[in-house]
């Protein structure tokens, strides 16, 4: 987690405002690498790794590590553009396997209270990029970090390596579970929590990849640009487990409710407060939601797929990707339009708050049909 989506997917967020490029570049090469984990999450879907998935999470773990290593070689921009598509690609190959394998055993030995420990390397990398990216820069310029981080990505790659082998239990989807997960798709919340978390990839992603550079264009603030990523770090790293322990309180609806509020807030609070306290403490709260919003939202459907969640999840997978494709590059057109990142911000909360919109009819209609286990589950399905 820590190498391909702290590092190989998330770098980019912090290296991006000392690369030199114009805005609509930077939105193209982040919007090529989330269609690269889009596809790269399809692929493990549509052809069946499971067999010898320890040996392809290891192939793409290394080609993951060597397309973030290239970035700072070459110059080429049309190699930049297939290095990020392949980093992305990698990078969903290598969560699916990881998770497949981590979670199962997890599972297995009724160790399921990790699962967000796990999903937190997320934001250690995170943390850690923030830590590297200007030690590297001070050393050879933003070509160094990317140099850099490849090769603290290769450091870190052995642990993987002696420790990661194939689960035992790779279970096929029988009959009955098709059927169960056609019944699944009826449920009148289902559709509603695909536009919901399709709106999420969308809003969160904007902040996400340009966060830093939007930092750095505010004159007073450019000082804090860096440590604005840090603090997204530091609240993502505990974030799953916060926001698990909260749904097993409340419920994952509600909790959903709470976590779509505080990321529009958090997307906003710079343009509210232009200072020191308004970036960190909007930072904090994106970085406190949106791997939260992700383990809620697939908990929430794992609990409504009793028989198997595989195919749903699939579903969300899907949308949330494409979403990730969309905002950057309308970021970049509303950026390019209006000169600065206000309106791409402004923007972003608004569809987080419409993301919250679908949640919210999605439920009532749910609540008015009769289906119980809208706001409520047992807690023993939170698994990011």
């Known amino acids: 987690m820590i190498i391909v989506m702290g590092i190989g997917r998330f770098a ?23 269609l690269g984990y889009l596809a790269g999450t399809l692929f493990v879907s549509f052809f069946n790794l499971r067999r010898y998935e320890s040996i392809y999470l290891k192939i793409f773990l290394v080609l ?8 700072g070689v070459v110059s080429n921009y049309t190699f930049w553009y297939l290095l990020r598509f392949f980093s992305g690609f990698s990078s969903g190959v290598v969560f699916v396997l990881v998770s497949s ?12 209270i990790f699962n967000g420990l796990f999903y937190s390397g997320v934001g250690i990398g995170i943390f850690l990029c923030s830590i590297l990216v200007p030690f590297f820069i001070s050393i050879n310029g933003w070509k160094g970090s990317w140099i850099g981080l490849g090769c603290t990505s290769l450091f870190l790659s052995p642990i993987v390596f002696l420790s990661i082998r194939s689960s035992t239990e790779n279970q096929l989807l029988q009959p009955s579970e098709s059927s169960q997960i056609k019944n699944d798709k009826q449920h009148p919340l289902f559709i509603w929590l695909i536009l919901s978390y399709g709106c999420e990839g969308i809003g969160y992603i904007i902040t996400g990849t340009f966060l ?29 487990i916060i926001w698990s322990w909260i749904a097993n309180k409340y419920g994952d609806i509600k909790s959903l409710y709470a976590a779509y509020l505080l990321q529009a807030a958090g997307i906003l609070l710079p343009l509210i407060l232009p200072n020191f306290i308004g ?69 972003a909360a608004a569809i987080i708050g419409l993301g919250l919109l ?11 049909e009769n289906y119980h286990d809208v706001f409520f589950n047992d807690g023993n399905d939170l698994i990011p």
């Not at 679908?358 to 008015?368: D, H, Q, T, V």
Request: a positive charge; glycine letters at 8%.
């Open 212 to 240: 830093v550079d939007m930092v750095k264009e505010v004159p007073d603030l450019k000082h804090f640009a860096m440590l604005s990523w840090a603090f997204v770090g530091l609240a993502a790293a505990p974030s799953c």
């Open 279 to 347: 970036v960190l403490l909007g930072a904090l709260l994106f970085g406190g939601t949106f791997m939260g919003i992700t383990t809620l939202t697939v908990s929430k459907v794992q609990y409504m797929s009793s028989k198997n969640s595989s195919k749903l999840i699939g579903y969300l997978t899907a949308v949330y990707g494409l979403g990730q494709i969309i905002g950057p590059i309308a970021a970049s057109i509303l950026t390019k339009w209006y000169g600065n990142y206000v309106l791409a911000q402004i923007f």
């Open 12 to 34: 980019y967020t912090p290296i991006l405002p000392y690369m030199n490029i114009t805005k609509s570049m930077a939105g193209y090469l982040a919007s090529l690498n989330y």
């Open 358 to 368: 679908c949640l919210i009819i999605g439920s009532r209609k749910a609540e008015k």
């Open 101 to 112: 394998i981590v979670l199962q055993v997890l599972k297995k030995h009724n160790m399921q």
């Open 64 to 71: 993951n590590i060597f397309t973030t290593l290239l970035m």
